[in-house]
């Protein structure tokens, strides 16, 4: 099977363009952006990436530090491209020494949420911005109140392609035709940009899911 081939410019226009400010969390200050949402995400957009976290020789799912506070590391792999991270195990800014498994768990999911954004995926949460760069209008770049603008990404047949081959992946995980209308709301927002693309790719999109909601129900009268 061959490997997708990519490049960092194209995976960082499309994930950097998407609004993810419905999915994050505050803790202590800080913005986050929920790992199960970015999750969701990835799968839509490439739901052949690849994750892996980093373990000692001896099993350890961390790196102790020399001030006894560790990190943990996430590569994640998108087709041909690698990027790695690192986090540091810690309660707001102050570092943990000896982590727990809950404690380690969080901190890996962190990490690989913070890995998709080096990718552009929320990367402006990072930054301490409010809105993509490519949603905010350059007009009122210095407003408080920014304004979002029709993004060149909404012209770009890279993405409706790679929309729509995720899209139909995920639909066949659903095993119901309220499950399969439900996942169709939630990706609301998308379809409309697909139907301002290529409103034939959007048909595609519609006529798929009307023969696979066919293809559940004949399962279930047999």
Not at 106 to 123: D, E, M, N, P, V
Not at 186 to 200: A, Q, T, V, W, Y
């Amino acid at each position: 099977m061959n490997e997708q081939k990519y490049t960092f410019e194209e995976v960082w226009k499309t994930l950097s363009a998407v609004n993810v400010n419905e999915h994050t969390d505050e803790k202590q200050g800080l913005t986050y952006l929920s790992w199960a949402w970015a999750w969701g995400i990835m799968m839509q957009y490439y739901p052949e990436f690849q994750f892996s976290f980093y373990e000692t020789e001896d099993g350890l799912p961390y790196v102790s530090l020399p001030d006894g506070s560790a990190e943990v590391r996430c590569t994640v792999n998108i087709g041909n491209l690698s990027r790695t991270q690192s986090l540091p195990l810690s309660i707001g800014f102050k570092p943990i020494i000896n982590p727990n498994a809950f404690q380690i768990n969080t901190a890996k999911q962190r990490c690989l949420t913070k890995c998709f954004g080096i990718y552009g995926l929320g990367h402006y949460i990072y930054a301490n911005e409010d809105l993509p760069q490519d949603e905010v209008s350059s007009d009122n770049i210095k407003d408080t109140k920014q304004e979002v603008q029709k993004n060149d990404v909404d012209e770009d047949i890279g993405w409706a392609n790679t929309f729509v081959k995720g899209f139909k992946n995920l639909v066949k995980t659903h095993k119901t035709r309220e499950s399969v209308q439900n996942y169709y709301k939630s990706n609301g927002k998308s379809i409309k940009r697909l139907e301002s693309i290529n409103p034939d790719m959007l048909a595609d999109i519609d006529n798929y899911c009307k023969e696979y909601i066919a293809t559940l129900e004949e399962k279930n009268d047999g």
